[in-house]
Nanobody, 114 residues
């Protein structure tokens, strides 16, 4: 079992920045693929970015060049640095840990206003 707790969401003006954090506990964090998903109003949940145990990253086309995912295995934490935020980035952002099965955090709201 893995417990995930997100933090760092909030209200930000378009063009601004936010950093999301996800603290993990309960298992060996370093072996998991860690990801950030989001679900906007009326939309399906989508993968934003993920990072493998070895540090390889993936980004959705919509966030490439604006978002950066990173992990600190010593702190059992994964981060999502978000810059040049746009109103369409408004969503609940969920932390995910994947290793055969998926574990999810409770989500953190990000609202971008123009």
């Amino acid at each position: 079992q893995v417990q995930l707790v997100e933090s760092g969401g909030g209200l930000v003006q378009a063009g601004g920045t936010l950093r999301l954090s996800c603290a993990a506990s309960g298992s060996d964090f370093s072996v998991f693929v860690m990801g950030w998903y989001r679900q906007g109003p009326g939309k399906q949940r989508e993968l934003v970015a993920d990072i493998s145990s070895g540090g390889s990253t993936y980004y959705a086309d919509s966030v490439k060049g604006r978002f950066t995912i990173s992990r600190d295995n010593a702190r059992n934490t994964v981060y999502l640095q978000m810059s040049r935020l746009q109103p369409e980035d408004t969503a609940v952002y969920y932390c995910n840990a994947r290793l055969i099965v998926n574990f999810w955090g409770q989500g953190t709201q990000v609202t971008v206003f123009s």
